[in-house]
């Protein structure tokens, strides 16, 4: 029979059903292998997360879901060891309507009386531990954005009646006035002068799952903007994005340091501070090291921040650690270093004190 005798060139795989057609022929070893292959590149495109339907049947999730606000969703992840991430104020206000109970084959995430703020992404992923440290499984995850659709909350309400936008010129500025009903119909408009911005799809463009993104901020798009909705009915207007021009570049801190006086008297009051001009929404740290530290010597440390204009509409934040000697001594003649860090790195800046 035609392709019986290839059958003893290659063991059997568990599972594998012992009694083949004997009018098919065996493909060769090498065939098998890319098919084997192409199996597993597309297991791991695979989703393993779910939408749990009536009479318990189960549903793939595509890229985005329209519901109906109100309704409830049970969603499922596959594996024994899930992690979920779903809109964060859910977190946040300590939602009672959400659930999530991990079982032994897979993790259930139930939202329950859903709203048009429940809108966003949910996810989830399989976690490979071993022992306390854990990383995310790239192969097994799951992710689809559900729309709750209400046409009385066309935007997907914030416990905010105005937000800050900080334009950064080295990265995209996006004004987050998400909608419930992907089908909506936005545009975006400045208070004054009053027009309506245009969207030219390439510098500026919409997407439903962020809001009106700047590819390129630059000083010429500051001020105070709204979003319109519009969806088979009354047109809805978002709330006030004030939008503000960084000046300052991303990158670590720009820091300077001065001293109240060079040259100190013996029981005299010495302060020192560093400054640093930089991005509005990024935090500085601050370290100190100087001349009496090893000998513990007293010094009070203040740190503090604010926002300043340099110039209409261009903002900076200005971040300030004051480190203040009282009753000089000996022991304090030497050099300050400050150490100033935020996200990007550091930057080192020290000035002397003399007697």
């Not at 049970?74 to 060891?81: A, F, Q, V, Y």
């Not at 309400?157 to 334009?167: D, G, K, Q, S």
Request: proline content about 6%.
């Amino acid at each position: 029979v035609i392709g019986q005798p290839a059958k003893s060139k290659r063991p059997k795989e568990p599972g594998e059903n012992k009694i083949k057609p004997v009018n098919k022929k065996v493909k060769p070893k090498t065939a098998r292998m890319k098919e084997r292959e192409s199996a597993d590149s597309s297991l791991k495109s695979q989703s393993i997360l779910t939408q749990v339907m009536d009479k318990g049947h189960f549903q793939k999730l595509a890229a985005t879901l329209s519901l109906a606000a109100g309704q409830s969703i049970e969603l499922r992840c596959k594996g024994s060891n899930v992690t979920w991430n779903y809109p964060s104020y859910l977190d946040t206000f300590k939602d009672s309507r959400l659930s999530i109970k991990q079982l032994d084959r897979y993790s259930q995430l139930i939202l329950a009386n859903s709203t048009a703020a429940d809108t966003g992404e949910y996810s989830c992923w399989l976690q490979l531990c071993n022992g306390n440290k854990c990383r995310k499984d790239e192969t097994k995850t799951g992710s689809t954005y559900i729309f709750f659709t209400d046409k009385e909350e066309l935007f997907v309400p914030t416990p905010h009646y105005f937000e800050i936008v900080y334009l950064n010129p080295d990265k995209p500025a996006i004004i987050p006035c998400r909608v419930t009903t992907p089908s909506a119909k936005v545009t975006l408009h400045r208070e004054f002068p009053a027009e309506e911005i245009e969207i030219d799809g390439t510098d500026t463009i919409y997407d439903a799952k962020k809001g009106f993104v700047f590819q390129h901020p630059t000083p010429d798009h500051k001020g105070i903007v709204y979003c319109k909705a519009e969806s088979q009915g009354a047109p809805q207007i978002s709330i006030k994005y004030h939008l503000l021009y960084v000046e300052v570049p991303q990158g670590p801190p720009s820091a300077t340091i001065a001293v109240s006086s060079g040259r100190a008297g013996l029981g005299g009051r010495v302060q020192v501070v560093c400054t640093v001009l930089g991005e509005p929404d990024v935090d500085v740290n601050f370290r100190w090291q100087y001349p009496g530290q090893e000998s513990e010597r007293p010094v009070i440390i203040q740190n503090y921040w604010r926002l300043i204009n340099r110039g209409i509409g261009h903002t900076t934040r200005i971040s300030k650690s004051v480190l203040l000697v009282e009753d000089f001594e000996d022991i304090d003649v030497g050099n300050y270093v400050c150490i100033a860090q935020n996200l990007r790195g550091e930057t080192t800046v020290a000035t002397e004190v003399e007697l």
